[in-house]
């Protein structure tokens, strides 16, 4: 079992197609921002009601779609993300990397996530998480989910594009890896 990541098993039938459609049309508006801040890691621009795009600082192309227009464009992903609320969930987005995901370590208030991975055109691509002389990688296989420990540096080796549904939890790596186990939805 690992000790900062793990595979669940998660079985989400969507229409990616749809969504990816989708999200092509909402970075086309990436420029007409209403408001934006900068966090030092990303950039953030604001779109009024409709939501955010966060384009991290340290990688080539990283963005993170969130708030209503997504989830109108997703309405199963929205069922399936509410069925997790007893996790406290921070946030969720849809990432859209292209090339590599610099090595980062997420916010203290977020301290663990679940990534599914929709759609990657690099069948090498990876993510690692690296502390303490432990490296744990996962490859980034289209329909598969894992948890993550997001306080230990972690980033992706990618030299494609990859799409995942990214949600993060205010609860720690363990607790959230603890859920799963109970539910018989770690695999070991």
């Known amino acids: 079992m690992g000790v900062y990541c793990n ?49 991290h600082k ?23 993300v509410n069925s997790l609320t007893d996790l406290q969930i ?24 679940l990534n599914f991975i929709i759609e990657c055109s690099d069948m090498e691509s990876y993510a690692w998480v690296n502390d303490n002389g432990i490296c744990e990688t996962y490859p980034s296989e289209v329909n598969t989910a894992w948890i993550l420990d997001t306080q230990h540096p972690h980033g992706i080796k990618n030299n494609g594009v990859r799409y995942t549904l990214s949600i993060h939890f205010q609860i720690p790596y363990n607790e959230l890896k603890e859920w799963f186990k109970i539910k018989g939805l770690l695999i070991e």
């Open 58 to 80: 340290d990688s080539n192309q990283w963005l993170r779609l969130s708030g209503p227009v997504v989830q109108l464009a997703a309405p199963g992903i929205v069922e399936f």
């Open 7 to 55: 595979q669940v098993k998660i079985d989400i039938n969507y229409d990616w197609q749809k969504l990816k459609s989708a999200i092509q049309k909402i970075l086309l508006l990436k420029d007409q921002h209403t408001d934006m801040s900068d966090d030092g890691a990303a950039i953030h621009y604001y779109y009024g009601s409709l939501g955010a795009i966060s384009d």
């Open 90 to 113: 921070d946030n969720w987005s849809i990432s859209v990397l292209t090339g590599d995901g610099a090595e980062h370590v997420d916010r203290a208030s977020t301290p663990s996530a």
